[in-house]
């Protein structure tokens, strides 16, 4: 009896209030997956209104009942679904699952601590997390439905109750969500800092972190640094919908009523929400070119290209991130010299974009390259960063984004671009750390065909968006059937939806490869792709603590792949020296130049 | 899954003393990015042009002098635990304590002037510089609870005489969050001063 109770108290606490770095980073992951799974559901039920707009589905009637009459999705919904869908996606799969998992997991295993500077603050994020997530779910079943003023929620949708159905209760549910959501990242970011600025192993200097590490490091304080600004935005917000203010309200009429806001201004909302949402893309971002960078050298067994540049970039990304907000608010009246202030600054971050790209290019280049799933989706990042990247020159010039602003180019644009770019590095990392966070290996075949059906149809969704927005189709509508010119691409729209539908089954092969392996698949090996990092000196099972006895010590820069010397032999006998390998006499550390 | 401990390392205490102040220091940074949301979001409103002004209520001024004093009052008890004299520091946190509890009272004397004088925070007679000068100082005031929860805990330890020359991490953690918030203090007095009243 009393060991059945024991058993039920470390139950608990090592599966759910945990403070283990490495189970809140599984609790991360399954949780970001979830929703990040609910949230794709979301889109391809919108694609179906907008593939054979106002044809009845009644097979999904069955499942959704009133939401989904005859089978046709109303228009309210269609507006709920797309603000869930952007919602999920951006703050619960990208930024919460996203670091939450990897900076969890990798922190304290890549610069050698035996877990974050707060366990407790660490497992008070997560479950903040998952309340947050619960909120925001629950809003789809109340009355009016979920807020459905898009992700951005501007005011004046979002700030009074009565203006759409989607405006009361789901509105007021978002706002709490989202500030318990603002809590649990804050945590969370504080934690991450900390650890790397306190906690790194005896000779882990900053010129020696994985650029992992250096992405984590610079996302965190991106977070820090605007998420609190989101929230401040979020509380006059709900000041002015239940208290009465007018910070973002005035002059309004519903109904032919006059209401009493009065001096407020919409653009005030959009000046604070942008000045969290930009530096957002890039909470969102970097995680994954950090995780690259790590895998495409890894992978191409060859010192990353431009170690420093590549610091330096993510630097330089990390600070203009800050100062190009205005590019989302040129159709605002805003000055037009300002406009052009914002347009240098936006175009100047394709310097360190272009930089980046160069160096991936150039790791792989002419590497011994293997091919693993966790390959493929970081070369996928690469086209993807690419091709989403050249679009944001358009809309990041005030002249040109007035043609194509709040249109499909600018859903494709952030689709690619920030969208897939996160999506492809967080697979590449769940597929390359696989074996650190459950002890087995993944099925590689199954991993391709993931890969391929990923990308082909991730293309087939989003580049053809571009013509659309060219054509002029605006964002949002739940219909374009209306309008006899946009009516005549009604065949583009077929084939997107065509191929949303094939990529969320292609999803299915993913979930069953991550459930089935977890499981039953093959143990792994301590180090299966022979990294040089620390993580892969850890012990495969997980306790509290990361190593027995000491903490293994560094003494070089984590790329040290195939280095030969004068005679052309692998200085150590194989073609990795890990972080942990003395330097020899005549050798020098990668990092320091 | 096995559970194994690592034996004959404690190393939660070594984490907790590394990283205490840090993490401290990285809460002030994003309560500084909040506070500096809405400050920008007043010099943007103030853009249109509209805004009137603002008496300051005298108490605020009042406020100011008290929470100065009252960090005062605090890092005397830092140095009388370096110096090993438990009862000056008693007295110094206890003072403290009630410091911030009189700021409290000042604050709200201040909105019960500004209220007296027809500024409201929110209805139809309100109007976004005086939504802004009760929001700004109220949400600093939550802060400060937190501040206050804080040295009641700190005062519980002196009692009890938890802490000592090298061992007074907790009390300087608390030490650095009140300053922070009298430094806050101050700028929200001086910005309101400026924008505002
Ligand atoms: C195959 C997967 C996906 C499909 C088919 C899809 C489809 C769409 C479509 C068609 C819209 C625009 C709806 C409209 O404007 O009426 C949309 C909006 C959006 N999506 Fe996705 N999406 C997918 C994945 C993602 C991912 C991974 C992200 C993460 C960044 C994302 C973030 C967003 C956002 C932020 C919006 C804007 C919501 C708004 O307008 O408020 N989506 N999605
Ligand atoms: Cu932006």
């Known amino acids: 009896m009393s060991t059945h109770h024991h058993h039920?108290?470390?139950?608990?606490?090592?599966?759910?209030?945990?403070?283990?770095?490495?189970?809140?980073?599984?609790?991360?992951?399954?949780?970001?997956?979830?929703?990040?799974?609910?949230?794709?559901?979301?889109?391809?039920?919108?694609?179906?209104?907008?593939?054979?707009?106002?044809?009845?589905?009644?097979?999904?009637?069955?499942?959704?009942?009133?939401?989904?009459?005859?089978?046709?999705?109303?228009?309210?919904?269609?507006?709920?679904?797309?603000?869930?869908?952007?919602?999920?996606?951006?703050?619960?799969?990208?930024?919460?699952?996203?670091?939450?998992?990897?900076?969890?997991?990798?922190?304290?295993?890549?610069?050698?601590?035996?877990?974050?500077?707060?366990?407790?603050?660490?497992?008070?994020?997560?479950?903040?997390?998952?309340?947050?997530?619960?909120?925001?779910?629950?809003?789809?079943?109340?009355?009016?439905?979920?807020?459905?003023?898009?992700?951005?929620?501007?005011?004046?949708?979002?700030?009074?109750?009565?203006?759409?159905?989607?405006?009361?209760?789901?509105?007021?549910?978002?706002?709490?969500?989202?500030?318990?959501?603002?809590?649990?990242?804050?945590?969370?970011?504080?934690?991450?800092?900390?650890?790397?600025?306190?906690?790194?192993?005896?000779?882990?200097?900053m010129t020696r972190l994985p650029l992992t590490i250096w992405a984590f490091?610079?996302?965190?304080?991106?977070?820090?640094?605007?998420?609190?600004?989101?929230?401040?935005?979020?509380?006059?917000?709900?000041?002015?919908?239940?208290?009465?203010?007018?910070?973002?309200?005035?002059?309004?009429?519903?109904?032919?009523?006059?209401?009493?806001?009065?001096g407020g201004s919409p653009i005030l909302f959009e000046h604070l929400f942008w000045f969290l949402g930009h530096p957002e893309v890039y909470i969102v971002l970097l995680p994954a070119l950090g995780i690259t960078s790590e895998i495409i050298s890894t992978m191409s067994r060859k010192p990353i290209f431009g170690y420093r540049a590549m610091i330096g970039s993510m630097m330089a990304i990390a600070f203009l991130s800050f100062i190009v907000w205005g590019h989302h608010m040129f159709l605002t009246g805003m000055n037009p010299f300002l406009g052009s202030v914002f347009t240098f600054t936006t175009l100047l971050i394709a310097i360190p974009s272009a930089v980046k790209?160069?160096?991936?290019?150039?790791?792989?280049?002419?590497?011994?390259?293997?091919?693993?799933?966790?390959?493929?989706?970081?070369?996928?990042?690469?086209?993807?960063?690419i091709s989403g990247g050249v679009t944001g020159l358009i809309l990041g010039n005030s002249a040109l984004d007035i043609n194509v602003h709040d249109t499909y180019f600018v859903v494709g644009h952030f689709h690619i671009v920030m969208g897939l770019s996160a999506i492809?590095?967080?697979?590449?990392?769940?597929?390359?750390?696989?074996?650190?966070?459950?002890?087995?290996?993944?099925?590689?075949?199954?991993?391709?065909?993931?890969?391929?059906?990923?990308?082909?149809?991730?293309?087939?969704?989003?580049?053809?968006?571009?013509?659309?927005?060219?054509?002029?189709?605006?964002?949002?509508?739940?219909?374009?059937?209306?309008?006899?010119?946009?009516?005549?691409?009604?065949?583009?729209?077929?084939?997107?939806?065509?191929?949303?539908?094939?990529?969320?089954?292609?999803?299915?092969?993913?979930?069953?490869?991550?459930?089935?392996?977890?499981?039953?698949?093959?143990?792994?090996?301590?180090?299966?792709?022979?990294?040089?990092?620390?993580?892969?000196?850890?012990?495969?099972?997980?306790?509290?603590?990361?190593?027995?006895?000491?903490?293994?010590?560094?003494?070089?820069?984590?790329?040290?792949?195939?280095?030969?010397?004068?005679?052309?032999?692998?200085?150590?006998?194989e073609d990795y020296i890990p972080q942990t390998t003395p330097l020899g006499d005549d050798e020098k550390d990668g990092g320091e130049h | 899954m096995t559970t194994v401990t690592v034996e004959n390392i404690n190393y939660k205490e070594e984490i907790r003393r590394k990283t205490s102040k840090p993490l401290m220091w990285m809460g002030i940074v994003s309560i500084i990015m909040f506070f500096g949301g809405l400050t920008s979001a007043v010099i943007v409103s103030q853009g249109g042009g509209s805004f009137l002004s603002i008496e300051m209520p005298f108490s605020f001024t009042i406020s100011t002098f008290v929470i100065i004093l009252s960090s005062l009052a605090f890092h005397v008890g830092l140095i009388s635990i370096n110096k090993g004299s438990y009862t000056i520091a008693k007295i110094s946190v206890l003072i403290t304590l009630l410091l911030g509890c009189l700021f409290v009272v000042t604050q709200y004397m201040g909105w019960v002037a500004l209220y007296e004088s027809g500024v409201y925070a929110t209805g139809n007679q309100s109007t976004q510089e005086s939504s802004f000068i009760y929001l700004l100082t109220a949400l600093h005031v939550v802060h400060l609870i937190g501040g206050l929860v804080s040295l009641i805990v700190v005062l519980v330890k002196t009692m009890k005489q938890k802490y000592s020359l090298d061992n007074s991490l907790g009390m300087q953690v608390s030490i650095t969050y009140w300053h922070f918030l009298g430094g806050l203090w101050i700028f929200l007095f001086f910005f309101l001063r400026y924008t505002i009243a």
């Not at chain 1, 010119?485 to 292609?506: Q, R, T």
């Open chain 1, 424 to 573: 492809f590095g967080m697979f590449a990392g769940v597929y390359h750390w696989f074996p650190k966070l459950f002890g087995r290996m993944m099925n590689n075949k199954l991993g391709n065909i993931h890969f391929w059906i990923t990308i082909v149809c991730a293309y087939g969704v989003f580049f053809p968006m571009h013509f659309l927005g060219f054509a002029g189709v605006p964002r949002r509508y739940y219909t374009n059937s209306e309008f006899p010119m946009f009516n005549e691409m009604i065949d583009i729209n077929v084939f997107i939806s065509i191929c949303a539908i094939i990529a969320l089954v292609g999803q299915l092969v993913f979930f069953f490869n991550f459930v089935y392996s977890a499981f039953r698949g093959p143990r792994a090996p301590q180090n299966p792709w022979k990294g040089n990092t620390l993580e892969w000196t850890a012990p495969v099972e997980h306790f509290h603590g990361n190593w027995y006895g000491e903490i293994p010590a560094v003494y070089r820069w984590p790329y040290d792949y195939s280095k030969v010397n004068a005679a052309g032999e692998y200085v150590y006998g």
């Open chain 1, 8 to 205: 039920a108290k470390d139950f608990l606490f090592t599966y759910i209030f945990s403070t283990d770095h490495k189970m809140i980073s599984k609790q991360f992951l399954v949780t970001g997956f979830l929703m990040g799974f609910l949230g794709l559901i979301m889109s391809t039920l919108f694609r179906l209104q907008l593939g054979w707009p106002g044809e009845s589905f009644e097979m999904i009637e069955m499942l959704m009942g009133s939401w989904q009459e005859g089978g046709v999705m109303s228009p309210d919904k269609y507006l709920a679904l797309v603000t869930m869908h952007g919602t999920i996606m951006v703050f619960f799969l990208l930024t919460a699952g996203l670091s939450g998992t990897f900076s969890n997991l990798l922190i304290p295993l890549q610069i050698g601590a035996r877990d974050m500077a707060s366990g407790f603050l660490n497992m008070l994020s997560y479950w903040f997390f998952f309340i947050s997530c619960m909120l925001m779910l629950a809003s789809l079943f109340v009355e009016g439905g979920a807020a459905s003023a898009g992700w951005t929620i501007y005011p004046p949708l979002s700030a009074l109750p009565e203006a759409i159905p989607g405006s009361g209760a789901g509105m007021t549910l978002w706002l709490v969500s989202m500030s318990i959501f603002i809590v649990s990242s804050l945590l969370g970011s504080l934690n991450y800092i900390v650890t790397i600025f306190n906690l790194r192993t005896k000779g882990m200097s």
């Open chain 1, 217 to 262: 490091l610079l996302t965190a304080i991106l977070g820090v640094l605007s998420f609190p600004v989101l929230l401040a935005a979020a509380l006059l917000l709900v000041f002015d919908r239940s208290f009465g203010t007018s910070f973002y309200l005035s002059d309004i009429y519903i109904g032919g009523q006059v209401l009493d806001h009065t």
């Open chain 1, 357 to 385: 790209v160069f160096n991936y290019l150039t790791t792989l280049w002419k590497g011994n390259i293997v091919f693993t799933p966790a390959t493929m989706f970081s070369v996928g990042l690469v086209s993807t960063f």
